[in-house]
């Protein structure tokens, strides 16, 4: 299922960012490209999501990312093409960025979605790697 949610997710690649929003061509944000990948592999999204701000260096005591994270998706402590990763952009601040893996070892990139770029992927650099706060894979499909 990893290189098919991978090939889900570069699907998505030159789709503007537009905050809130999962349309695949149209807009997305980072969670919209979650979204969207959720609802090609397991039908409807589980939830209707609250509202949400776009800033990245926002402090709250709950993580609600991780949270429906944790919810919805399956934890994980390896590292494999397909994975969902949650960033925490600024120290001190909840977890607002998310992508999916797509390469890993020397050459490993992920595929997201942000503000003025729209979906891409980018290199999982060391600065992109010391922010990961959580890895979860979608779970398997019936």
């Known amino acids: 299922m990893s290189a098919a949610i991978v090939a889900a997710a570069r699907s998505w690649i030159g ?3 537009v905050h809130q929003a999962s349309a695949k061509g149209a807009g997305t ?12 592999f397991h039908g409807a999204e ?6 949400y701000t776009p800033d990245w260096g926002e402090t709250d005591d ?13 934890p994980t402590s390896d590292e494999a093409p397909g994975d969902v990763l949650i960033f925490r ?3 001190g601040a909840i977890a607002k ?3 999916i893996l797509a390469h890993t070892g020397a050459e490993a990139s992920f595929i997201h979605a942000y503000d003025r770029h729209g979906v891409v992927e980018s290199p999982l650099s060391a600065p992109w790697r010391s922010r990961i706060a959580g890895r979860f894979r979608f779970p398997p499909t019936i």
């Open 15 to 17: 789709t503007p960012y």
């Open 29 to 40: 944000d980072c969670l919209g490209l979650i979204r969207g990948i959720w609802r090609e």
């Open 46 to 51: 589980p939830m209707v999501l609250p509202a």
């Open 62 to 74: 709950e993580e609600l990312l991780i949270g429906g994270a944790l919810r919805f998706l399956r």
């Open 89 to 91: 952009m600024r120290s």
């Open 97 to 99: 960025h998310m992508g």
